[in-house]
């Protein structure tokens, strides 16, 4: 097997430096920053609070509900402002990674809402926007049983990488490129996990032991952004 | 709006015995701006971007170009587009969906502030008389709401226009080359436009409110204001202006225009 250089040369293995800050939006009730190299995430949680309209409330248990924005300029081409196809899936999908590990049966009739921004793109955006908002909702308060974290792992032509960037995630050479973003909590099950591309089932559980080895590295950093925050404050 | 968001009566009259003695909470003078911090270059894939502070208030405004045909009745001249969005991120009061008719005037101001002081040499933006021109889009959002994010975002559009490149253009595919630049800036003007809103609470005259304040405005007024003068306007909300605080606010205008542009010039170089 040829072997393949990365662009940015870094290790198969390697991610993206990372930074993580809590406390960045100061009306909100939790809120977070996470990046990736050139991607940048920020979420902001607000509630728990009533949910509006009424016929939405669920009288049973609390509603986590996410939306992801993408910035018009965070892309090299201009993208339309607004909610589209693609970000209400990665809404969605971002509710979903949360899910398992939110708390949230204790506020019925209420919404906690997660909004997550895309400042500047670079691939791997969904992935920064979990992580960051699952910072923001642990700087909120909200009742967690863990965390979770969340990396794409790629394959380029038949070598797996982790943490795409922009350059590999375009990557042409031999089988192209083959793009998986995964979720893990930080007891190590899986709350997300997408695919696009091709792969064997052989290579596909390689894969998901890579991306489990690298959600333990970027859990450390989301657990040590939490805790400077609190160690901030007193 | 949950009325329960709003200022409480308690604070507002409180916010009003303060002005009437000429003080606010935060101990600034009913005409004087909170601390602005800009920071540009805060998102590398657009052209130009910049990040705006006044007090606890944070707006992000980035540049993006393309090229398009003319309109017919400016066919040398390239076109701007203002955008803004209150993002849900930024304050607890604003809903998921599309921008509400605050966020549209914000655009309509910042839109006006630019194109009527000629900040942007649009002549130099078209390409090909007719055919081919640059259009700008300038496109702001607000991260946190802690009032005046009108002219927060005045201040982001032209940080962000000041350190904008223009994209690589392909002249013979007629195709820009996006993710790639010259060393070419956005031709502007020395006439840079800043606005300044005239907040107006009871028959009190106020700048840069924070929300609380905001809240319980009657009035406001717009300037955008270049060393030359006036250029746009718009006037805001329900209640009425005499003819003396609408002098007195242009007198107040021009120290203002100075005072703030000291301000925001050490990072514009």
Partial sequence: MTTIKRPDGRKFDELRKIEAKVGIIPNADGSAMFSFGDTIAIAAVYGPKKMHPQHMQNPEKGTLRCTYNMLSFSVTERARPGQNRRSQEIGKVTEWALSPIVLIDKYPNNVVDVHINIIQANASTRCAGINAAAMALAHAGIPMKGMVSSVSIGKLDKQLVVDLCKKEEDWEEGEGATDIPITFTNEGEITHMQLDGKITQKQLKEAIELGRKACKEIYEIQKKALKDAVDEEK | ?269
């Avoid at chain 2, 409180?14 to 602005?36: M, S, T, V």
């Avoid at chain 2, 969005?85 to 599309?98: A, Y």
């Avoid at chain 2, 000629?118 to 496109?139: P, R």
């Fill in chain 2, 1 to 269: 709006m949950n009325s329960t968001q709003t200022t409480p009566k308690v604070t507002e009259e409180k916010i009003k015995k303060y002005l009437n003695q000429g003080k606010r909470f935060d101990g600034r003078k009913p005409e004087e701006f909170r601390e602005i911090i800009i920071e540009t270059g805060v998102s590398k894939n657009a052209e130009g971007s910049a990040r705006v502070k006044i007090g606890k208030t944070d707006v992000l405004v980035g540049v993006k170009m393309d090229v398009a045909t003319p309109y017919a009745d400016s066919s040398n001249k390239g076109n701007i587009s203002v955008g803004a969005e209150l993002l849900p991120t930024s304050s607890p009061r604003v809903e998921n969906g599309p921008p509400k008719f605050n966020s549209i005037e914000i655009a309509r101001v910042v839109d006006r502030g630019i194109r009527e002081s000629k900040f942007i040499d649009l002549e130099k933006l078209c390409i090909k008389e007719g055919e081919k021109v640059w259009n700008v889009y300038i496109d702001i959002y607000s991260l946190n709401d802690d009032g005046n994010v009108l002219d927060a975002a005045g201040i982001g559009a032209i940080a962000a226009l000041k350190t904008a490149r223009m994209p690589k253009y392909n002249e013979e595919t007629g195709k820009v080359l996006f993710g790639e630049w010259t060393n070419e800036k956005v031709p502007l003007s020395k006439n840079m436009p800043l606005s300044i809103t005239f907040y107006k609470i009871g028959d009190k005259i106020i700048v840069d409110p924070t929300l609380e304040e905001e809240d319980i405005i009657e009035a406001r007024v717009t300037l955008g204001l270049t060393k030359e003068g006036v250029s746009s306007m718009q006037k805001g909300e329900k209640e009425s202006l005499t003819i003396e605080e609408l002098n007195g606010i242009l007198d107040l205008s021009e120290n203002l225009f100075s005072e703030v542009f000291k301000k925001i010039e050490k990072y514009l170089k």
